[in-house]
């Protein structure tokens, strides 16, 4: 039997909208000679409603995810000359096969938000797939439009799934504490409790004079790990080097 998918919620298909959205900007940055003059907006559409006969269509099909872009057939010309801000009727087919290549582009940008499409996009014939047409088996159109033209997004929910999960991918998450911990890098010193010294001492300190410390080498030092006290400690020599023993957690308020 086949599972039972449900309609989506505004906030996951807003969060698939703004995806797109920024995957379509970087897109024609790339694409679009005269890109500052372009302004893409992202619109939720109804699929089913559209002819895809009319439509020159890719599709990226894996794992049982579908994802498509199409554009009107009678629109390729005018797209790839309008990509390369280039006459399209005196480009001898060059700008046709400009517009496929930045579409199927596209295709392959937006799929790569959705870890397991990793197959090449296939030129589409024939009818649009039923689980991205059908809203209540959680299939999603959007339009995206600029400059005039209106290119067609479509995807079902096993690629909604991947690109935007309802929950953190298992794989994502860090497998524990200590893996976690070993990506941060933080500043570590150890502050020695050096006593007390008369205040004229230090007004007339200068180089090279030395000023003797209460505290016996193994005395005690306060960890600390960027501006927090995490572990007392006690100061020794490790050869020509000071070194430190840990000798207690911090239980200080600052920890």
Same mark, same amino acid.
């Given at each position: 039997?086949?599972?039972?998918?449900?309609?989506?919620?505004?906030? &996951?298909?807003?969060?698939?909208?703004?995806?797109?959205?920024?995957?379509?900007?970087?897109?024609? &940055?790339?694409?679009?000679?005269?890109?500052?003059?372009?302004?893409?907006?992202?619109?939720?559409?109804?699929?089913?409603?559209?002819?895809?006969?009319?439509?020159?269509?890719?599709?990226?099909?894996?794992?049982?995810?579908?994802?498509?872009?199409?554009?009107?057939?009678?629109?390729?010309?005018?797209?790839?000359?309008?990509?390369?801000?280039? !006459?399209?009727? +005196?480009?001898?087919?060059?700008?046709?096969?400009?517009?496929?290549?930045?579409?199927?582009?596209?295709?392959?940008?937006?799929?790569? %938000?959705? &870890?397991?499409?990793?197959?090449?996009?296939?030129?589409?014939?024939?009818?649009? %797939?039923?689980?991205?047409?059908?809203? #209540?088996?959680? =299939?999603?159109?959007?339009?995206?439009?600029?400059?005039?033209?209106?290119?067609?997004? =479509?995807?079902?929910?096993?690629?909604?799934?991947?690109?935007?999960?309802?929950?953190?991918?298992?794989?994502?998450?860090?497998?524990?504490?200590?893996?976690?911990?070993? +990506?941060?890098?933080?500043?570590?010193?150890?502050?020695?409790?050096? =006593?007390?010294?008369?205040?004229?001492?230090?007004?007339?300190?200068?180089?090279? #004079?030395?000023?003797?410390?209460?505290?016996?080498?193994? =005395?005690?030092?306060?960890?600390? /790990?960027? !501006?927090? %006290?995490?572990?007392?400690?006690?100061?020794?020599?490790?050869?020509? +080097?000071?070194?430190?023993?840990? /000798?207690?957690?911090?239980?200080? #308020?600052?920890?």
């Amino acid at each position: 039997m086949s599972k039972r998918y449900a309609w989506l919620g505004a906030t &996951r298909k807003k969060a698939v909208r703004d995806i797109a959205s920024s995957c379509v900007d970087a897109w024609l &940055r790339d694409w679009c000679l005269q890109y500052e003059l372009s302004e893409a907006t992202v619109e939720e559409i109804p699929l089913i409603s559209l002819l895809p006969e009319e439509y020159a269509t890719w599709v990226v099909e894996a794992e049982g995810g579908h994802l498509l872009t199409a554009l009107p057939r009678n629109r390729l010309d005018s797209f790839g000359g309008h990509l390369a801000s280039a !006459d399209a009727e +005196q480009s001898d087919g060059v700008a046709a096969e400009l517009a496929r290549s930045a579409i199927q582009d596209l295709l392959i940008r937006l799929a790569a %938000h959705a &870890r397991q499409l990793h197959a090449s996009p296939a030129t589409w014939e024939g009818a649009w %797939h039923g689980a991205i047409l059908d809203p #209540e088996w959680g =299939g999603l159109g959007l339009q995206i439009s600029f400059d005039g033209f209106d290119l067609v997004l =479509g995807m079902d929910r096993t690629v909604i799934d991947a690109m935007c999960p309802e929950r953190a991918r298992i794989s994502d998450a860090l497998s524990n504490r200590q893996e976690s911990l070993a +990506q941060v890098r933080v500043a570590l010193s150890a502050v020695l409790d050096f =006593g007390s010294v008369n205040a004229s001492d230090l007004a007339d300190l200068r180089v090279g #004079e030395v000023l003797v410390s209460e505290r016996a080498v193994g =005395g005690s030092v306060a960890l600390r /790990a960027g !501006d927090r %006290h995490v572990f007392n400690a006690n100061l020794v020599r490790a050869g020509s +080097q000071f070194a430190i023993v840990a /000798a207690a957690p911090s239980k200080g #308020e600052n920890r």
